[in-house]
């Protein structure tokens, strides 16, 4: 009701600028409003609502996002399940497993980190913000070194496509069963889902890294430190999505069913 | 005429005397940076409206292109391959930088807010964010237009578009995901808002009908929209290093392209449609001074096609190779989506009946949308039999059929919707006469181009063609000069309301006697809409309290 009799102000002025009048209001009010409350939200709770409400729904979007991917690994994992099995062989389960790790710890400081703006520790926020950022990076150094194998290999799809290791796995020390040359060519289409799933998996957490970037700076002037948590939250979602995306294609891409079926 | 409304429409107290407010949105600032940096959803929507309206008549020049070779059947106008880039264009600009931002971009951000008695959508600042991405999406549609132009068809179909033709489908589908993008937001802030932003009283039962239907559509943005973001990203990807997701010959599916196009293009269309039948829903209720007849079934029926609308995308697709058993129940689900459709005809109908019916230029619109979506609606059961499909998909009877959803359902509720508000966004009255004869123009306009064009289909002519066997020319002709017609039932409306813009009488508040939130306040309204908080105290379209109220407010003047 503050702001409706706020704006029932302005509203009669006839100076056309109400910046002015708005934050002469803002200060009238100081005891309520947080410099950060937006104009047209009653109250500061249906803001935090919304934004944490938005941030949910865009969510849901990177689902329905994913959601074609993991679609199409779906339909040709079940047609070319021989070419799937060896081709996921190929994947280093302890690096992935590295990965797993170091990514789940990122999400474990992101936590923290939202426990600290809350309890408005600016000190313990930015050190978490900063671990995060470095466990996010230390993910993408792993991923890279994987791509590079692949690209050594290659195991990137395209015109340099190699498949003589699924051919003739003896011939480079591999203890597989030979694929079909035809089958065998269907492990591009394995190489290509895990490398724009992975690919799409780490460009997101590279905008992440972005943000993080911006929020620690955000954090360290002491933003957070006065109760208005809302963008710490809302990133922390978002991080914490990413890591349950990598927790999907980490067992679909290098743990199940490693090995054909004999 | 005048003395039908006089009867009905009990009073109009301030039309004669009305003035401009002298404080509201447009003049609060000024500058052609006030407005480009503006986050007042009511900017954002003029904004909006002058874009997409840019853009429809991009899109229609294509359409008349594609009439005017279609005139003879020589191909004596264009080269084939130039006639491919003419429907591609048409198809693209048309579906995605007008009929899926149209209604929900200029009327419901300009609409919802108010009528959920809100000061702003919730994310203001996203909300101009999503104009700035359409626009990228619109300037690279053209750029891809004057480099060359893309011949793909609007569905992009692989591997047509992965392998054999090398026009710019980069730039295009680049376009289509950053326009969707725009898509997605608007749906995310529409969401966000309803649930979040009611004002006291307004319960989810209280909303009108115009805001359950946005809400229907913005679900199928949200959930829809990223799924062609993939599906193009895959495309783009196909193109670009030859990865075989969608080419047989290196194990990938092109049918799994179909299958996620279709799964956002299907809903799309209800995307497109819903808007427009919420824009009916206030026109009918308005013109015939009644409750919109069974509330909650037009508001659930707008949900239930939501649902549907996701579970019938292989509809496209019969003659495809799908499985036969996956046909079958994907025909009965397309059958189903017809049920909530007809829902809502029916209960405007029943609206109609015993209503204090007028004839104003948006229930013209409304009546034309009401004739025009039955027969879109219904030869889409045709489509949807798999028998009928067979023989009649890929030729001009597909065609007829979505242009009578799309334009003589969509384009007629828009323009109902924009007649209908132009009042409140500008504070000035279109031409009365000038604008019915508009309505009427577009109607047999309408028809006389779409419906030819069913008989052509059913005789066999195949669609994306540019030359026919002459036998077919005397419909053909007949549809060219509908478009004719069309064109100038479009062209109207734009020079008579840029018009009103000076030179139109002053509306009023209510010009309507409308029982919206949004008739309550002044036209145009203030920058944050309401001088305080409204209480909902009524059901959505109560007369009666209408009428009260306009009672106590002469009282106290006089």
């Given at each position: 009701m503050?702001?409706?009799?706020a704006?029932?102000?302005?509203?009669?002025?006839?100076?056309?600028d109400?910046?002015?009048?708005?934050?002469?209001?803002?200060?009238e009010?100081?005891?309520?409003?947080?410099?950060q409350?937006?104009?047209?939200?009653?109250t500061?709770e249906?803001?935090?609502?919304?934004?944490?409400?938005?941030?949910?729904?865009f969510l849901?979007?990177e689902?329905?996002f994913?959601g074609?991917?993991?679609f199409a690994y779906?339909?040709?994992r079940?047609?070319?399940?021989?070419?799937?099995?060896?081709?996921?062989?190929?994947?280093?389960?302890p690096?992935?497993?590295?990965?797993?790790?170091?990514l789940?710890t990122s999400?474990?400081c992101?936590?923290?980190?939202v426990?600290a703006?809350?309890?408005?520790?600016?000190?313990?926020?930015?050190?978490?913000?900063?671990l995060?950022?470095?466990?996010?990076?230390?993910?993408?150094?792993?991923?890279?070194?994987?791509?590079?194998?692949?690209?050594?290999?290659?195991?990137?799809?395209g015109?340099?496509?190699?498949?003589?290791?699924?051919?003739?796995?003896?011939?480079y020390?591999?203890?597989?069963?030979?694929?079909a040359?035809d089958m065998?060519?269907?492990t591009?289409?394995?190489?290509?889902?895990?490398?724009?799933?992975?690919?799409?998996?780490?460009?997101?957490?590279?905008?992440g890294?972005g943000?993080?970037?911006?929020?620690?700076?955000?954090?360290?002037?002491?933003?957070?430190?006065s109760?208005?948590?809302?963008?710490?939250e809302?990133?922390?979602?978002?991080w914490?999505f990413?890591d349950?995306v990598?927790?999907?294609?980490?067992?679909?891409?290098?743990?199940?069913?490693?090995?054909?079926?004999? | 005429?005048?003395?039908?409304?006089?009867n009905t429409?009990?009073?109009?107290?301030?039309?004669?005397?009305?003035?401009?407010?002298?404080h509201n949105?447009?003049n609060?600032?000024h500058?052609?940076?006030?407005?480009?940096l503006t986050?007042?959803?009511k900017?954002?929507?003029?904004?909006?409206?002058?874009?997409?309206?840019?853009f429809f008549?991009?899109?229609?020049?294509f359409?008349?292109?594609?009439?005017?070779e279609?005139l003879?059947?020589?191909?004596?106008?264009?080269?084939?391959?130039?006639?491919?880039?003419?429907?591609?264009?048409?198809?693209?600009?048309?579906?995605?930088?007008f009929?899926v931002p149209?209604?929900?971009?200029?009327?419901?951000?300009?609409l919802?807010p108010?009528?959920?008695g809100a000061?702003?959508?919730?994310?203001?600042?996203?909300?101009?964010l999503?104009?700035y991405?359409y626009?990228?999406?619109g300037t690279?549609?053209?750029t891809?237009?004057?480099?060359?132009g893309?011949?793909t068809?609007w569905?992009?179909?692989?591997?047509l578009?992965?392998h054999?033709?090398?026009?710019?489908v980069i730039?295009?589908?680049?376009?289509?995901?950053?326009?969707?993008?725009?898509?997605?937001?608007?749906g995310?802030?529409?969401?966000?808002?309803i649930?979040?932003?009611?004002?006291?009283?307004?319960?989810?039962?209280?909303?009108?009908?115009?805001?359950w239907?946005?809400y229907?559509?913005?679900l199928?943005m949200?959930?829809?929209?990223p799924?062609?973001a993939i599906a193009?990203?895959?495309?783009?990807?196909?193109?670009?290093?030859?990865?075989?997701?969608?080419?047989?010959?290196k194990g990938?599916d092109?049918?799994?392209?179909?299958h996620?196009?279709?799964?956002?293009?299907?809903?799309?269309?209800?995307?497109?449609?819903?808007?427009g039948?919420?824009v009916?829903s206030?026109?009918?209720?308005?013109?015939?001074?009644k409750r919109?007849f069974?509330y909650?079934?037009?508001?659930?029926?707008?949900?239930?096609?939501?649902?549907?609308?996701?579970?019938?995308w292989?509809?496209?697709?019969?003659?495809?190779?799908?499985?036969?058993?996956s046909?079958?129940?994907f025909s009965?689900?397309?059958m189903l989506?017809a049920?909530?459709?007809?829902?809502?005809?029916?209960?405007w109908?029943?609206?109609?009946?015993?209503?204090?019916i007028?004839?104003?230029?948006?229930?013209?619109?409304?009546f034309?949308?009401?004739g025009?979506?039955?027969?879109?609606g219904?030869?889409?059961?045709?489509?949807g039999?798999l028998?009928?499909?067979?023989?009649?998909?890929?030729?001009?009877?597909i065609?007829?059929?979505?242009?009578?959803?799309m334009v003589?359902g969509?384009?007629?509720a828009?323009?109902?919707?924009?007649?209908?508000?132009?009042?409140k966004m500008?504070?000035?009255?279109?031409?009365?006469?000038?604008?019915k004869?508009?309505?009427?123009?577009?109607f047999?306009?309408?028809?006389?181009?779409f419906?030819?064009?069913?008989?052509l289909?059913?005789?066999?002519?195949?669609?994306?063609?540019?030359?026919?066997?002459?036998?077919?020319?005397?419909?053909?002709?007949l549809?060219t000069?509908?478009?004719t017609?069309?064109?100038?039932g479009?062209?109207?409306?734009?020079?008579?309301?840029?018009?009103?813009?000076?030179y139109?009488?002053i509306a009023?508040?209510?010009p309507?006697?409308?029982?919206?939130?949004?008739?309550?306040?002044?036209?145009?309204?203030?920058?944050?809409n309401?001088?305080?908080?409204?209480?909902m105290?009524h059901?959505?379209?109560?007369?009666?309290w209408?009428?009260n109220k306009?009672?106590?407010e002469v009282t106290?003047?006089?």
């Amino acid at each position: 009701m503050d702001n409706a009799l706020a704006s029932t102000g302005l509203t009669t002025q006839p100076a056309p600028d109400p910046h002015p009048h708005e934050t002469a209001v803002h200060a009238e009010h100081e005891h309520v409003a947080l410099p950060q409350h937006r104009h047209h939200f009653e109250t500061e709770e249906q803001q935090r609502e919304a934004g944490s409400f938005g941030m949910w729904l865009f969510l849901v979007t990177e689902i329905m996002f994913f959601g074609g991917m993991f679609f199409a690994y779906l339909l040709y994992r079940n047609w070319y399940y021989p070419a799937f099995a060896a081709a996921s062989s190929q994947l280093s389960v302890p690096l992935g497993g590295t990965n797993t790790a170091i990514l789940i710890t990122s999400g474990f400081c992101m936590a923290l980190g939202v426990w600290a703006a809350e309890v408005r520790r600016r000190k313990m926020l930015v050190v978490t913000l900063i671990l995060t950022t470095l466990f996010g990076l230390a993910f993408l150094g792993i991923k890279y070194d994987e791509y590079h194998e692949k690209y050594e290999l290659h195991h990137i799809p395209g015109n340099n496509f190699n498949v003589s290791q699924f051919v003739n796995p003896a011939a480079y020390g591999i203890k597989e069963e030979p694929l079909a040359p035809d089958m065998a060519q269907k492990t591009q289409i394995f190489f290509f889902l895990y490398f724009a799933m992975t690919g799409m998996h780490a460009v997101h957490l590279i905008i992440g890294i972005g943000l993080l970037f911006w929020l620690t700076w955000r954090a360290h002037r002491g933003d957070f430190s006065s109760g208005y948590v809302a963008p710490i939250e809302n990133f922390g979602l978002y991080w914490h999505f990413i890591d349950i995306v990598w927790l999907f294609l980490f067992p679909l891409l290098y743990l199940i069913n490693r090995h054909p079926l004999h | 005429m005048s003395a039908a409304i006089g009867n009905t429409i009990v009073s109009l107290p301030d039309q004669s005397t009305a003035q401009i407010p002298r404080h509201n949105y447009i003049n609060n600032e000024h500058g052609l940076l006030s407005w480009l940096l503006t986050s007042d959803h009511k900017r954002i929507a003029i904004l909006y409206l002058i874009s997409i309206t840019f853009f429809f008549f991009i899109g229609g020049a294509f359409a008349g292109l594609i009439r005017l070779e279609l005139l003879t059947p020589q191909p004596d106008l264009v080269s084939s391959d130039t006639y491919n880039k003419f429907f591609t264009m048409h198809g693209i600009i048309m579906i995605f930088l007008f009929l899926v931002p149209s209604v929900p971009a200029t009327l419901g951000n300009f609409l919802i807010p108010i009528m959920l008695g809100a000061k702003d959508l919730a994310f203001p600042k996203i909300n101009l964010l999503s104009w700035y991405l359409y626009m990228i999406g619109g300037t690279l549609t053209l750029t891809a237009l004057v480099l060359g132009g893309v011949d793909t068809g609007w569905t992009f179909t692989t591997p047509l578009s992965t392998h054999y033709l090398n026009t710019h489908v980069i730039t295009a589908a680049t376009a289509i995901f950053v326009a969707g993008f725009s898509s997605i937001f608007t749906g995310l802030n529409f969401i966000v808002t309803i649930h979040r932003m009611r004002c006291p009283g307004m319960t989810w039962f209280r909303m009108p009908l115009f805001v359950w239907a946005h809400y229907a559509a913005s679900l199928l943005m949200v959930l829809g929209t990223p799924v062609l973001a993939i599906a193009l990203t895959l495309v783009a990807l196909e193109r670009l290093f030859g990865i075989g997701v969608f080419d047989p010959t290196k194990g990938g599916d092109p049918l799994l392209f179909q299958h996620l196009f279709w799964f956002y293009s299907h809903p799309a269309v209800y995307i497109m449609i819903l808007p427009g039948m919420g824009v009916i829903s206030e026109v009918i209720s308005t013109f015939s001074r009644k409750r919109i007849f069974g509330y909650t079934a037009v508001a659930f029926s707008s949900v239930a096609i939501a649902l549907f609308g996701f579970f019938v995308w292989e509809h496209h697709m019969f003659i495809m190779g799908v499985s036969s058993y996956s046909a079958l129940v994907f025909s009965l689900l397309t059958m189903l989506v017809a049920v909530p459709s007809a829902i809502k005809i029916f209960n405007w109908t029943f609206t109609l009946q015993k209503g204090s019916i007028t004839f104003e230029t948006p229930m013209l619109y409304a009546f034309g949308f009401m004739g025009l979506f039955t027969i879109g609606g219904l030869t889409g059961i045709f489509l949807g039999s798999l028998g009928m499909d067979i023989h009649l998909t890929e030729t001009y009877f597909i065609v007829a059929h979505f242009h009578f959803v799309m334009v003589g359902g969509m384009l007629m509720a828009f323009l109902a919707g924009i007649h209908f508000w132009w009042p409140k966004m500008t504070g000035r009255m279109y031409p009365e006469s000038l604008s019915k004869l508009a309505a009427v123009t577009t109607f047999i306009g309408f028809n006389l181009t779409f419906l030819p064009q069913f008989i052509l289909g059913y005789l066999g002519m195949p669609r994306r063609y540019h030359a026919y066997p002459p036998e077919f020319q005397v419909l053909n002709v007949l549809s060219t000069a509908g478009a004719t017609v069309l064109g100038f039932g479009y062209m109207l409306p734009m020079l008579y309301l840029a018009w009103s813009l000076k030179y139109g009488a002053i509306a009023g508040n209510n010009p309507w006697q409308a029982t919206g939130l949004e008739w309550q306040i002044q036209s145009p309204p203030l920058m944050e809409n309401f001088i305080e908080t409204p209480v909902m105290d009524h059901e959505a379209y109560d007369y009666e309290w209408l009428a009260n109220k306009t009672r106590n407010e002469v009282t106290t003047v006089g």
